[in-house]
């Protein structure tokens, strides 16, 4: 901050001691994408050595815009906020990174029941474009947040139940192949499916539809075990996993179309004494931390989190300014732990 009777330093100061076009460093300031990281952080480096501070205010008056965004996370009615799965508040992180990174607030919010959902941000001047996160399993509020998409607002989806332009999604086929690869390469013949029955929120059809797919081409059907509703997930893929082994089903690898199902499964392995990975291994999706704190440690289909947090920022600022989104799926990879023979 300035002290009194100096003069305010301006980002033509900065231009002059770095020897740039005052443009480059009001877009550098701004979180400009079209700024190179290295210019960035040559500008926001020389602001702090000339102790330029940014009046917010007067920028949101010239621009017409809040510099925020909000973020909303869906979770079951039935469950609380501690209860989501900590998939999303992984992306909660990575989205917040993102924002800060190109210049924007991020203002979160947690909502669950119909009646007291909350979604108009634009309207409100609390933020400039709305991304929606959360439970699949919540349709009243995904219903009530595409109406909102669809009404032209600005908003932007992960894992919405529906088929929306602005919807980033992982790469679920993909991912559901290289589960059921690895699991063939392990040496399982008669593999387990943990997942919810058909028809499922579109992001589980994908997976199963790519694991069975590369079962096929190995000859091999799918052993299906649905999940039982209610309950937690974790419970839910220890019962679905329960009624396969009291039904004598043989088995030799299991691949849970969530983290939290394959949690689950390990649980119950663990309990009716089955050998993990030496009997059944057992392969799981989304890469939440937990897995790393399982007995065995979890292999799973990871998301690249970071660049679903960049592909969200980027899509909402896009729609923010009338632009179309980025439409290539987040990326995921296979991380080969302790639940599955390496």
């Given at each position: 901050m300035s002290r009194p009777g100096q003069r305010r330093t301006?980002?033509?100061?900065?231009?002059?001691?770095?020897?740039?076009?005052?443009?480059?460093?009001?877009r550098a300031l701004n979180g400009n994408k079209n700024v190179s990281p290295a210019m960035r952080q040559r500008v926001l480096l020389a602001a702090q050595e000339l102790n330029y501070s940014v009046n917010?205010?007067?920028?949101?008056?010239?621009?017409k815009s809040t510099k925020t965004l909000a973020l909303v996370v869906l979770h079951r009615p039935d469950e609380g906020p501690t209860e989501i799965n900590p998939f999303y508040f992984s992306l909660l992180g990575c989205v917040g990174a993102s924002a800060a990174a190109r210049g924007y607030d991020l203002l979160v919010s947690f909502q669950d029941v119909g009646g007291q959902l909350f979604g108009y941000f634009e309207d409100s001047r609390q933020a400039?474009?709305?991304?929606?996160?959360?439970?699949?399993?919540?349709?009243?509020?995904?219903?009530?947040?595409?109406?909102?998409?669809?009404?032209?607002?600005?908003?932007?989806?992960?894992?919405?139940?529906?088929?929306?332009?602005?919807?980033?999604?992982?790469?679920?086929r993909t991912g559901g192949a290289m589960g059921a690869r690895h699991l063939v390469e392990q040496g399982?013949?008669?593999?387990?499916?943990?997942g919810p029955p058909s028809p499922a929120q579109q992001q589980f059809e994908a997976r199963f539809a790519g694991f069975a797919a590369e079962l096929a081409k190995q000859g091999l059907d799918p052993i299906t075990a649905p999940i039982p509703s209610g309950e937690s997930k974790e419970e839910q893929g220890a019962a679905a996993i329960a009624a396969l082994l009291?039904?004598?089903?043989?088995?030799?690898?299991?691949?849970?179309?969530t983290d939290l199902f394959a949690l689950g499964v390990l649980q119950k392995l663990q309990e009716r004494g089955v050998d993990v990975p030496h009997a059944v291994s057992v392969v799981g999706f989304?890469?939440?931390?937990?897995?790393?704190?399982?007995?065995?440690?979890?292999?799973?289909?990871?998301?690249?989190?970071?660049?679903?947090?960049?592909?969200?920022?980027?899509?909402?600022?896009?729609?923010?300014?009338?632009?179309?989104?980025?439409?290539?799926?987040?990326p995921v990879n296979l991380q080969i732990r302790g639940s599955s023979r390496s």
């Amino acid at each position: 901050m300035s002290r009194p009777g100096q003069r305010r330093t301006t980002a033509y100061d900065i231009a002059y001691k770095l020897g740039i076009a005052q443009s480059t460093v009001s877009r550098a300031l701004n979180g400009n994408k079209n700024v190179s990281p290295a210019m960035r952080q040559r500008v926001l480096l020389a602001a702090q050595e000339l102790n330029y501070s940014v009046n917010q205010a007067a920028a949101r008056l010239r621009t017409k815009s809040t510099k925020t965004l909000a973020l909303v996370v869906l979770h079951r009615p039935d469950e609380g906020p501690t209860e989501i799965n900590p998939f999303y508040f992984s992306l909660l992180g990575c989205v917040g990174a993102s924002a800060a990174a190109r210049g924007y607030d991020l203002l979160v919010s947690f909502q669950d029941v119909g009646g007291q959902l909350f979604g108009y941000f634009e309207d409100s001047r609390q933020a400039d474009g709305l991304i929606v996160i959360g439970s699949s399993q919540n349709e009243d509020a995904w219903r009530y947040f595409k109406g909102i998409a669809d009404d032209g607002y600005s908003v932007v989806f992960f894992g919405s139940p529906y088929s929306t332009e602005t919807a980033v999604r992982a790469d679920n086929r993909t991912g559901g192949a290289m589960g059921a690869r690895h699991l063939v390469e392990q040496g399982c013949r008669r593999i387990a499916y943990i997942g919810p029955p058909s028809p499922a929120q579109q992001q589980f059809e994908a997976r199963f539809a790519g694991f069975a797919a590369e079962l096929a081409k190995q000859g091999l059907d799918p052993i299906t075990a649905p999940i039982p509703s209610g309950e937690s997930k974790e419970e839910q893929g220890a019962a679905a996993i329960a009624a396969l082994l009291d039904a004598g089903a043989e088995f030799d690898g299991v691949f849970a179309v969530t983290d939290l199902f394959a949690l689950g499964v390990l649980q119950k392995l663990q309990e009716r004494g089955v050998d993990v990975p030496h009997a059944v291994s057992v392969v799981g999706f989304d890469g939440i931390r937990a897995g790393l704190y399982a007995y065995p440690t979890l292999t799973t289909i990871e998301q690249d989190l970071g660049r679903a947090g960049e592909m969200l920022v980027d899509n909402v600022i896009a729609a923010i300014n009338g632009e179309s989104p980025a439409l290539d799926p987040v990326p995921v990879n296979l991380q080969i732990r302790g639940s599955s023979r390496s």
